[in-house]
């Protein structure tokens, strides 16, 4: 008789294609949402429609300075430049991509090394 251990490597590994998809879709989702947001505030302060935003703290800082914004009285009823929030996420992206090689050569940096 085998003394070897027996798994359902399939299974596991279809489950972590799933996990990654699925962890993928919400970065991708968040990632949007920021750069909309992002937009919003940049044609938030272009316009000065931190004058009328009912959170003191904008008024204020003479600036959009929440997480999503939310004036009270929009200069225009356009909603904001999907190529403006294109660039915004395409530089969240790139930003991520040099971490993620920063990363990837500190990692190998250390792996070298010995002790």
């Known amino acids: 008789m085998t003394t070897d251990k027996l798994w359902d490597a399939g299974f ?25 947001a992002e937009a919003e505030r940049i044609r938030s302060n272009s316009g000065r429609r931190y004058r009328f935003c009912k959170n003191a703290a904008c008024r204020r800082a003479r600036s959009c300075i929440r997480e999503t914004p939310s004036c009270g009285k929009p200069v225009s009823h356009r909603p904001v430049s999907g190529s403006l929030a294109e ?29």
């Open 12 to 36: 596991l590994n279809e489950r972590e294609r799933k996990a990654h998809k699925d962890a993928m879709a919400q970065l991708v989702e968040a990632d949007w949402k920021r750069a909309f």
């Open 87 to 115: 660039h915004i996420y395409a530089r969240l992206q790139v930003e991520r991509r040099e971490a993620a090689k920063a990363e990837n050569r500190k990692a190998g940096q250390h792996a070298g090394r010995r002790p």
